[in-house]
C-alpha cells in the first residue's frame, strides 16, 4: 500500500531554519514526481515546490523561491524540503505529495498525500 509520511516540522523562531522529509513506500519512488503543499490556517492548499521523478525539473512558488530547496535521494525513497530564513506567514501544515514522473504545480494532479507536518514560525 503507497504511503507518505512526512517528519520535520516544529515550532521556530523568525530567520530559522527547518528541513522536512516525506518517506515513501510502497511505490517505485523513481517513478514519481514529489511536491510539497502547505494549508495555513484559514486557508486553501497552496503549492511550494516539486520535482520531477528524475529531479532534472524543480518549480517553487514565488513567496518561497530563494528561501525554500526541493531535493530528492531515490536510494532513500525521501523527498526534503529544506526551509531557511523563515517568517510567521509559513505557519502551515506542510504536506507531500506524489504523481506519476512529471511535475506539476496543481494539487489536483496528485495522486498520493500524507498526512502532513505542523510547522509554526513565531515572530
Known amino acids: 500500500q503507497e504511503q507518505l509520511v512526512e517528519s520535520g516540522g516544529g515550532l521556530v523562531q523568525a530567520g530559522d531554519s527547518l528541513r522536512l522529509a516525506c518517506a515513501a513506500s510502497g511505490l517505485t519512488f523513481n517513478n514519481y514526481a514529489m511536491g510539497w503543499f502547505r494549508r495555513a490556517p484559514g486557508k486553501e492548499r497552496d503549492f511550494v515546490a516539486t520535482i520531477s521523478s528524475s529531479g532534472g525539473t524543480i518549480y517553487y512558488a514565488d513567496s518561497v523561491k530563494g528561501r525554500f530547496t526541493i531535493s530528492r535521494d531515490n536510494a532513500k525513497n525521501t523527498v526534503y524540503l529544506q526551509m531557511d530564513s523563515l517568517r510567521p506567514e509559513d505557519t502551515a501544515i506542510y504536506y507531500c505529495?506524489?504523481?506519476?514522473?512529471?511535475?506539476?504545480?496543481?494539487?489536483?494532479?496528485?495522486?498520493?498525500w500524507g498526512q502532513g507536518t505542523q510547522v509554526t514560525v513565531s515572530s
Open positions: 505529495a506524489a504523481r506519476w514522473m512529471t511535475a506539476t504545480m496543481t494539487s489536483q494532479d496528485y495522486l498520493y
